[in-house]
């Protein structure tokens, strides 16, 4: 639910486990640029309290805000998850208006599965292995969606378009998505660009879950002064090169 255009979270429903963080990241018009930005926790608006603000940080280090005003998001981060962390809005604040907002919604579940391939009650039904990762330049990256829920299966980016099914293109790159083994899909892009980093999401069903994706150039290495140590004794070592 949002009150107007002007803001936006396309990631409305996560699955999280106990005790873990979430980042979710909250779009908004270039109008709200130097607005004062915030996290409220509650399910109704009016009634929700601020947990962190863009000029109020929580000293507590429980939530976390940033605003990256170039790319018009901010990103809020929620620290040690309980299953009391349910229900909040990203929200603008306008002056001598109603403030903007929308809802999103955690599910937050305890348990673990010691096995890949096994969900147990408590297993956050969708999932990635890293939410942050790095690719470079002309490179691919693989994204391992986990899940145990039902639905269509998307790749999107923030505010961008989504790729359903098995191929399709975000941005002129190419994605590609299949099942690579039971309860998990994998997502591919390849020939990486500068311009593809930013905030995406897998969605499986109603459930979604935000990878943030930077892409930058390959480190340089050298294997000219590559160094091993041979017929070593107590007296001499032989180093070649």
């Not at 990256?141 to 829920?149: A, E, F, L």
Request: glycine share 8%; net charge negative.
């Amino acid at each position: 639910f949002s009150f107007n255009a002007f803001l936006n979270v396309d990631i409305s429903k996560v699955s999280v486990k106990t005790g873990k963080s979430i980042s979710i990241p909250c779009l908004y018009d270039s109008q709200y640029v130097n607005n004062v930005k915030y996290l409220c926790e509650g399910y109704y608006w009016r009634y929700c309290s601020d947990a962190v603000k863009t000029n109020k940080p929580d000293p507590s280090g429980k939530y976390f805000i940033s605003d990256d005003k170039g790319k018009k998001i901010f990103t809020v981060t929620i620290n040690q998850l309980t299953n009391e962390n349910t229900d909040y809005w990203c929200m603008v604040e306008i002056d001598g208006w109603v403030d903007d907002g929308v809802h999103f919604q955690l599910s937050v579940t305890s348990g673990e599965s010691p096995y890949l391939f096994i969900f147990l009650e408590g297993t956050p039904s969708l999932y990635v292995d890293h939410q942050k990762i790095t690719g470079y330049i002309g490179e691919n990256i693989t994204v391992r969606c986990h899940h145990s829920i039902s639905g269509e299966m998307k790749w999107c980016r923030l505010g961008r378009n989504c790729v359903t099914g098995s191929s399709g293109s975000i941005d002129e790159t190419t994605v590609t998505a299949h099942m690579t083994e039971p309860n998990v899909f994998t997502v591919t892009m390849s020939g990486l660009k500068s311009e593809n980093t930013g905030c995406y999401w897998c969605a499986k069903g109603d459930i979604q879950i935000p990878v943030y994706l930077t892409v930058t150039e390959k480190p340089i290495t050298s294997n000219k002064y590559k160094f091993f140590l041979s017929n070593c004794d107590l007296n001499l070592c032989q180093i070649h090169i």
